[in-house]
């Protein structure tokens, strides 16, 4: 049973370019999490999706960024006119089911804005 | 907001020495987890402890939760050099329905071989 995928691993873009994220939850998970970890910080919670549905995206930023999770294929998280501010890592967890249940974390997309 | 905050920010240990590790919260809680981050990795679940419950067990590590102080602790005991990493706590609200997962900032553990 693979684990939660992301990719790429590692993004580089200029300033004012699109970064787009993917990721892939584990096999009969319908709950996709997105999470921005600054460096020696702990993750903050950008966005809670199902399939089709923002369920909550209280930390995400106003402009800029959105987030997609459709019925096939991976959910996106997509950084519009990327800043060196954007510059983190960004994860992806996915659960069987909303709220109480435990996460599994993808291995991140480290994104370096230059 | 119900926020996990870790105690220590930072641990060093001698291999073999047990390492505690604190998370206090401000609301109350469904249940709480701890998760470990390897440097440059992501996380890795380690343990849920619900809400009625006091005491939960995994292999050499131990979680307690005292819902009266709203404190939870990680506990690993005969630590190893692989044990060296980030610990974060995470708490989901108890208000039913959707609650998302909040993170703390972790302690950062490190066992000296």
């Known amino acids: 049973n693979a684990g939660v995928m992301q990719n790429p691993r590692h993004l580089v873009r200029r300033r004012g370019q699109e970064a787009r994220l993917r990721c892939s939850p584990m096999?009969?998970?319908?709950?996709v999490y997105w999470y921005r970890q600054l460096p020696e910080e702990g993750l903050k919670f950008m966005v809670y999706?199902?399939?089709?549905?923002?369920?909550?995206e209280s930390g995400m930023p106003k402009e800029r960024f959105s987030a997609e999770f459709p019925k096939e294929g991976p959910s996106i998280l997509r950084i519009q006119q990327v800043v060196r501010g954007d510059s983190a890592a960004y994860f992806c967890?996915?659960?069987?089911?909303?709220?109480?249940?435990?996460?599994?974390f993808g291995p991140g997309t480290r994104l370096t804005v230059t | 907001s119900q926020q996990g905050e870790e105690d220590p920010q930072a641990l060093s240990i001698q291999e073999g020495e047990n390492a505690t590790m604190n998370c206090s919260y401000k609301?109350?809680?469904?249940?709480l987890q701890w998760y470990r981050q390897n440097s440059g990795r992501g996380l890795v679940h380690l343990i849920l402890?619900?809400?009625?419950?006091r005491e939960k067990h995994s292999g050499r590590l131990r979680v307690t939760l005292d819902t009266s102080k709203k404190s939870s602790s990680l506990l690993i005991t005969a630590s190893r050099a692989a044990d060296t990493a980030s610990y974060f706590c995470?708490?989901?609200?108890?208000?039913?329905?959707?609650?998302?997962?909040?993170f703390g900032i972790g302690t950062k553990l490190q066992v000296i071989p």
């Open positions: 967890a996915s659960s069987p089911s909303g709220g109480s249940y435990e996460q599994y």
């Open positions: 096999k009969g998970h319908s709950h």
């Open positions: 999706l199902q399939k089709e549905n923002i369920i909550d």
């Open positions: 609301t109350s809680i469904n249940n």
């Open positions: 402890i619900r809400s009625n419950e």
């Open positions: 995470a708490c989901t609200g108890a208000t039913g329905g959707y609650q998302k997962v909040t």
